[in-house]
T-cell receptor, first 126, second 111 residues
Framework: QVQLQESGPGLVKPSETLSLTCTVSGGSISGYYWSWIRQPPGKGLENIGHIYYRGSTDYNPSLKSRVTISVDTSKNQFSLKLSSVTASDTAVYYC???????FGSGRGYYYYLDVWGKGTTVTVSS | DIVMAQSPLSLPVTPGEPASISCRSSQSLLHRNGYNYLDWFLQRPGQSPQLLIYLGSNRASGVPDRFSGSGSGTDFTLTISRVEAEDVGVYYCMQALETRTFGQGTKVEIK
């Protein structure tokens, strides 16, 4: 079955750019939406944003000015860049896949998060 | 942003007994297509979140039928008919009508 694996530096300095990659194995990145979600230590989940395999994106408005999500279908990977990081960006970062549910009768689709990576811890500190 | 509020934030439970968690949204999650755009997740200790319920009441693949979701509009409930030890963890609701936002989480632990 499909598995997701986050990778990237575990330590980033304040004001620098956090860069993470999610590698999709056991299935194709094509045809799906892909997401980044984070969880600060001891806190709840925060949506960062998502990307369609063709490249269209949607970002959390509170992070939009600092976030870029991109996709590389040739490598079956998608990536997150978060610029100008501070200590408040310290978190476990998860990548996840959206799967579609068709309503039928031309009423479109619903997308739900059905596969998650194990998460990677990123600490922002000098 | 749509704000999600869960209650209680902590829920001690007894194995074999029922349990329920409430989730309220700051605006209606009822889409014009008649579906409620709300999902429920469980994050077991040390694990990634896993999907339990989507569209308010649809159980995800492999989820035991002791889990059920109900509600409409702004008020939703996740019910566990008979709690088992493996159900401990933090439960989150998440709205999917706009850019997704999560509730604060409800920590379920055995009494």
């Amino acid at each position: 079955q499909v598995q997701l694996q986050e990778s990237g530096p575990g330590l980033v300095k304040p004001s620098e750019t956090l860069s993470l990659t999610c590698t999709v194995s056991g299935g194709s990145i094509s045809g799906y939406y892909w997401s980044w979600i984070r969880q600060p230590p001891g806190k709840g989940l925060e949506n960062i944003g998502h990307i369609y395999y063709r490249g269209s994106t949607d970002y959390n408005p509170s992070l939009k000015s600092r976030v870029t999500i991109s996709v590389d279908t040739s490598k079956n990977q998608f990536s997150l860049k978060l610029s100008s990081v501070t200590a408040s960006d310290t978190a476990v970062y998860y990548c996840a896949r959206y799967t579609s549910y068709y309503f039928g009768s031309g009423r479109g689709y619903y997308y739900y998060l059905d596969v998650w990576g194990k998460g990677t811890t990123v600490t922002v500190s000098s | 942003d749509i704000v999600m509020a869960q209650s209680p934030l902590s829920l001690p439970v007894t194995p074999g007994e029922p349990a329920s968690i409430s989730c309220r949204s700051s605006q209606s999650l009822l889409h014009r297509n008649g579906y409620n755009y709300l999902d429920w997740f469980l994050q077991r200790p040390g694990q990634s979140p896993q999907l339990l319920i989507y569209l308010g009441s649809n159980r995800a693949s492999g989820v035991p039928d002791r889990f059920s979701g109900s509600g409409s509009g702004t008020d939703f409930t996740l019910t566990i008919s008979r709690v088992e030890a493996e159900d401990v963890g933090v439960y989150y609701c998440m709205q999917a009508l706009e850019t997704r936002t999560f509730g604060q989480g409800t920590k379920v632990e055995i009494k």
